[in-house]
Structures are given as C-alpha cells and as structure tokens.
C-alpha cells in the first residue's frame, strides 16, 4: 500500500472528484482520518455503489451512463489491485489480485457487450471480499483489545 497521506489521496483520486463535491468536505475529513483498513472497506463500497447504478443505467438501456459508472468501478478495483502489498501479502495478495483482474474483466465484458449480468458476477465478489474484508478488521481489532 502506498504511504499513509498518500492512500487518503488515491482513494480521494479513485472515488472520483464529484463523489467528493457531492459529500463535499464530510467526506475528505473521513477519507483523511480513516484507518487503511476503513480506506479499503470505502474503496469496495464504491465499487459496489457505481457498478450497481451502471447495472440498473444498463437494464433502462442509459448505455453511456452505464459505460461511465462502470468506469469508476473499474478504477476502483485497479486501486484495490495496486495497493496489494505481494512482497507481505505472498499468496493471499496473490489470490486477492485473481479475484480484483477477473471483476475487473467481468465489468469490461459487461460494458462491451451490455451485459447487465456480467456486472452482477463480479459484483458478488466484491460483496463477498467486502464483507470477508469488515469480518476479518473486526476480529483483528478484538483481538488486539484483549491483548
């Protein structure tokens, strides 16, 4: 993962510069307070906000709207992609990589061919690895109160 002010400014790059204006300077100061751990857990909300807008933009045939939502998914799960850290993360990073190239191919498939069902398929994913991704946080920060 990139240095910590640095993180705070690629999600900040990734979400996307109206996503900021929309929630304005709330979101910049949670962006700039969170841990690593609630940056990742944002960067898979958004992707799962945007992808879910681009699926129903497609189902009412908005194919441009679908096709920029869809981008911002895409960014999203390349950032997930870049911060792995392979050196520390050995095969789980590895795994986790697979996962993150596959939705991002399932979405660029999706958008090509205007396939609303390929966007579901990776959308499962990113929920899955969401909320395996809050679960795991949680039990980390249990364990280390009661250590």
Do not use: C
């Amino acid at each position: 993962m990139p240095e910590d002010n640095s993180f705070a400014d690629h999600i900040h790059d990734t979400v996307g510069e109206d996503m900021v204006i929309e929630h304005s300077e709330a979101l910049k100061k949670e962006i700039q307070k969170a841990s690593k751990e609630k940056l990742v857990l944002m960067l898979y909300d958004g992707a799962i906000k945007f992808a879910e807008q681009a699926k129903e933009q497609m189902k009412q045939e908005n194919f441009e709207e679908a096709h920029n939502l869809l981008i911002r998914s895409q960014n999203i799960v390349l950032e997930l992609l870049y911060s792995l850290d392979r050196k520390k993360g050995d095969e789980i990073a590895d795994n986790l990589a697979k996962m993150y190239t596959w939705i991002y191919n399932k979405w660029v498939e999706g958008n090509v061919h205007h396939q609303p069902e390929k966007i579901e398929e990776g959308l499962d994913i990113v929920r899955g690895l969401r909320e395996a991704w809050k679960e795991a946080t949680k039990k980390v920060r249990e364990a280390s109160d009661v250590g």
